[in-house]
């Protein structure tokens, strides 16, 4: 009850200021859209998985020219299967970006001038590393006197590449709503969490605990209760306004959306108690503010949220794999958008796991039920 008292008071401070709330749902929204559309750099180490099927001569030209494309402006990085089955669920694993399938007698039928099909199975749900891997086979089918066709008659005496995607059809501005969930669960980690305390602090109201017999885990308990519920609700609200407003669907019916709520209550609680544990013992709500933006640059831009992760500098790459918001933008998109099962999230959603008990117990050792 004494943890629920806390919890109520922050809650009826939130209702009194509901601003906070609307900002926090609608400023990532209008801030993911401006930054989203201004990144225009090229993208690099694109892993794309190739199945050679026929080692004639065109067959051999064509995938000599991807290896030139990996070796020069290294847009992609190439890696070799033999069996297509195995080569496309990597694809839908997230392994690979895209699978590119060189059927038998390939090589014969260019040689007899008939119809020859190289087949181009993306991650579509990445619409930008699609879009990229498009372009570079049209550059590799280009060299080897190879036209990309998509209409639905081709001319004779060509090959053509199908490209075929995995996953329903994603447009830029729905491939943002992971990115713009967990934006709004990072403003409102700092807004009414860690930044509700400071601020109670900085005018003295915290002094009224020291006579009440509430003991730190109480107070920490109700801060962290509050914070995450109006966090979630946040969250889970900009979900549902961001499919309305790009009138997409959620693959998988209500499981994936239980999933989909569940990764926010766990994101959530996991960020809340890595801004208290870092910023609990802040004196002035201004160094909340200040920390705030330094933290929301280094973990939401490398999140993948916006641009791939495989295109980052090596050591931008390895510090991503350790970002938890990298991970819930992972696992968003894989429920949201490729309908998969929970077991697909599993890496993902343990991470997230981890670290939210980690956080927790910092959190709880870095509050102290003293001025």
């Not at 070799?80 to 039928?109: E, L, M, T, W």
Request: glycine fraction near 8%; hydrophobic fraction near 50%.
């Amino acid at each position: 009850m004494k943890t629920l008292a806390i919890m109520r008071r922050d809650l009826l401070k939130l209702r009194r200021n509901p601003l906070t709330l609307i900002s926090t749902i609608l400023m990532p929204i209008i801030y993911l859209v401006i930054i989203g559309n201004s990144f225009q750099g090229q993208l690099k180490h694109l892993p794309v998985v190739v199945v050679a099927q026929d080692h004639g001569e065109y067959a051999r030209r064509l995938v000599e020219q991807l290896l030139a494309l990996q070796a020069g402006p290294k847009t992609v990085t190439v890696s070799f299967a033999a069996d297509p089955a195995q080569a496309i669920d990597a694809v839908r694993n997230g392994q690979y970006k895209g699978a590119v399938i060189i059927p038998p007698n390939f090589s014969h039928a260019v040689g007899e001038g008939r119809i020859a099909e190289v087949g181009l199975f993306t991650d579509n749900v990445d619409s930008v590393s699609a879009a990229t891997i498009e372009s570079v086979m049209t550059e590799a089918a280009q060299a080897v006197k190879i036209s990309f066709v998509t209409a639905r008659e081709p001319k004779l005496n060509e090959i053509v590449l199908r490209p075929t995607w995995l996953f329903q059809y994603v447009d830029y501005d729905r491939g943002l709503i992971p990115g713009v969930i967990v934006m709004a669960i990072f403003m409102g980690s700092l807004m009414s969490g860690v930044f509700n305390w400071v601020m109670d602090k900085f005018m003295g109201m915290t002094e009224c605990y020291l006579v009440t017999p509430l003991s730190r885990w109480n107070i920490a308990a109700g801060i962290l209760g509050s914070g995450v519920t109006i966090t979630s609700i946040a969250g889970v609200t900009v979900l549902f306004l961001g499919l309305m407003i790009t009138r997409g669907r959620i693959e998988g019916g209500v499981p994936a959306l239980l999933t989909l709520i569940a990764i926010i209550v766990i994101t959530s609680t996991g960020l809340l108690a890595m801004t208290f544990s870092i910023l609990g013992r802040a004196s002035h709500p201004r160094l909340v503010g200040t920390f705030a933006g330094f933290l929301n640059v280094i973990l939401f831009f490398p999140s993948g949220a916006i641009y791939p992760i495989e295109s980052f500098p090596p050591w931008l790459k390895a510090f991503a794999r350790y970002n938890p918001e990298t991970h819930a933008v992972s696992a968003l998109k894989s429920i949201l958008f490729k309908g998969a099962d929970l077991a697909a999230v599993t890496r993902d959603i343990s991470f997230l796991l981890i670290f939210m008990a980690v956080t927790l117990a910092l959190a709880s050792i870095s509050f102290k039920r003293t001025l």
